[in-house]
DNA sequence: GTCTACTGTGGTAACGTTCCCACAATGGAG
DNA sequence: CTCCATTGTGGGAACGTTACCACAGTAGAC
């Protein structure tokens, strides 16, 4: 691991052992340029009698490149986040890189602080998904980076990742249609966040295909939370006039939010509400029932994300904005009405 | 951000701009030395005008420090070790110093991969949970490094922090007792992982302080997942001379399946029985009944353990060996049997 | 036999910092 | 007035690589 000195071996110690010079050590390990198999040997072994790694820090103020991504989310603990992390990670390990990920718990200041963090670092690369939808420095970010996220949908010039919403949307509107529930009311997220306005504009776009007034469908709105969904669910109830209630939430923890609010009030899901999910969170699979929902492709947008930041970096870029397929996952918090009673079918409003 | 010709500024056009040398710049940013007020003034501004952000490659080079530190863990993916790196992530900020983030999957050769990653990267420290409990490389890891989980216990020279499993289980056997279930059954995890000899141990050290007799307790095994616990619990259920049992698992999807195993036997929790759990996992929450849970302080750890690896960097290090509380979590997994009918409550074997 | 192309190799200049030594200016003690 | 310590500053070596240029040796073409 060290040579005789205590010192961390250089690529001068492996050159000397190896009888050759640093360049030809350096050529053996880059591995571009030909070689003579006698000199390839004696780089080989000497690198391994010496414990040698290459020291990346060193390797980088020379090259430019220092061999790290770095990946900026709102939060890790988040299962979602941790999923599409994970995703990236994985793939930028498979190219000798490594990730460092940050967290930025929806906080513009802890995100600058982040940005300059991985800027110090001379990343080549980032993977951000901007707290802020008027990500300012955008243009003069001065690095390589690919957006994921729904605020991907405000730059339409940068290369981006990202679920697509409005397939995952109409993948959920028909389960509940096929299920007896035309018009489910709608639990949406907090008026500033971008991603509540995609998410209502895809229900629009398809209700308009299916021929259903939008303004038939009940709607109620919250933050992204359990409790958030627990009260937003709460006043749903609170309104009359109904029998089976369909609920289609935006998010998986508003969704067990308000089954838990379902229950409090003395009523049961399916039975007497169906919910349905989204985001695909495994805490949906342990809910009592299980909470059918639909699974945004988490560990594939991290995939993607660095794949397509490693065109940007190499120049192949084709700025291209992917939108990866969103699946159902059913398990069993929505009531089948279809058959037995069409005629109960939730009318909204 | 960028100087005239388009390149990054380094500290030498501060420096030109400035009017100093790039000692002084150096000094002004470094921050040590004794700097007139009139050239930190020049300097600061210089700076601010230039957009320079010091290039941490370049500093590492001479000063040996990268400013990066790791943490490898099985999972990230894992809401308990995403919450250990989520804790040591924010103690890094704090420093100004970047965390690399490895899964290793439980997997030796991924483990060795990233061992290999975080070495050329020459990160300052690491943060590790070893894959096998035979971390062989460790004395001749030679880098600053701090150990997390179970395995730290195989090396008591070493720095390490952990949660204090003998505390925890001595708060989940009295809460059991409280509520009259004094011979809880164990649904332990593999016979291969150090933690599960861990488990048992604290368990019959309890016993012994309790007066109880450890071979009166029932025990099942599996892998610690949702799947194993279910497949544990039926094994358990299809014991015979039972009334109300009482279980503790080894951790919470082990508990999540045994609870899923319950309701499929056409049994209720907690009416017939009950289940403690061990970690702390969100999804405890949205169970239903909610599992009640001893929580593992995995934010903590990871402060903790950045702060001991700090400590292990600049040499004031105590190899000290940390052991954290562990926090009991209610919410309804677990029946009340002390007052009503002692007589009900289960026995082991 | 000379020219040219190619192959394998060595030497050295970057890269952008930090570290260390030198030194000028200042001021107080003797 | 000289000596010495202190304060602020500058200059250059060093860190361990990569990039680039130079060049020796070989072989084929003419």
Redesign the interface.
Known sequence: ??NVSGR?ATIIDVAKQAGVSKSTVARVLGGSTRISEDARDRVLKAVKDTGY??????A??RSGR???LAIVIP???N?FW??V??GA??RA?RE?I??????SDWDADKEA??L???????VDGAIINPVADNFGDLS?F?LPFVLIGSSAERFPDTASVGSDIAQAVRLGMDVLATNGHRTPALLLGPRSRLARARFLRAVHEHCVERDIDPAVLAMEESDYT?SGGHEAMSRLLGRKGRKHLAVFAANDLIA?GA??AV?EAGLSCPEDVSILGFDGI???????PGLTTIEKPGRQIGIRAVESLLDEIAGRAEHGRIFLPCRLVERGSIADLSAQAPARVAVGG
Chains 1, 2 share one sequence.
């Open positions: 691991m060290n961390r790694e290459p020291n990346q820090m060193a980088g103020t220092s061999g790290l939060d890790v603990t299962p941790a999923e992390a994970r990670q994985d390990v000798d490594s990730l460092l990920i940050f967290s602080t982040h300059r963090s991985l800027r110090r670092a001379r003069r001065g359990v067990l089954m838990m229950r495994p805490a949906g699979a342990f809910s009592w």
